[in-house]
């Protein structure tokens, strides 16, 4: 079993920043594609960013420019770097993950989310 535990959320008024941190542990043999979602209050989980093992980044248009994506293989972590933060981006933020368990079957995991709330 693969687990993702988030930290870093917070309250930050418009323009801060914050740091966001995603550490997957348990059985696994690979970790593939890291990246982060989030969900606000009455909207579906959106797609913020991704980053492959190899490091090719993906981001939706919103966040173009202020937010980075980054991750350590050897900690098996992923980094959201969030700068200029407005007050669209309040919403729970969540780690996923995917790739090979320890019994090489997939698996695609979620972290319990951390609130990002940013106050105008």
């Known amino acids: 079993q693969v687990q993702l535990v988030e930290s870093g959320g917070g309250l930050v008024q418009a323009g801060g920043s914050l740091r966001l941190s995603c550490t997957a542990s348990?059985?696994?043999?690979?970790?593939?594609?890291m990246g982060w979602y989030r969900q606000a209050p009455g909207k579906q989980r959106e797609l913020v960013a991704t980053i492959t093992s190899g490091g090719r980044t993906n981001y939706d248009d919103s966040v173009k420019g202020r937010f980075t994506i980054s991750r350590d293989n050897a900690k098996k972590t992923v980094y959201l770097q969030m700068n200029s933060l407005k007050p669209e981006d309040t919403a729970v933020y969540y780690c996923?993950?995917?790739?090979?368990?320890?019994?090489?079957?997939?698996?695609?995991?979620w972290g319990q989310g951390t609130q990002v709330t940013v106050s105008s």
């Open positions: 348990g059985s696994i043999s690979r970790v593939n594609t």
């Open positions: 996923n993950a995917d790739g090979l368990d320890s019994n090489w079957f997939l698996y695609n995991s």
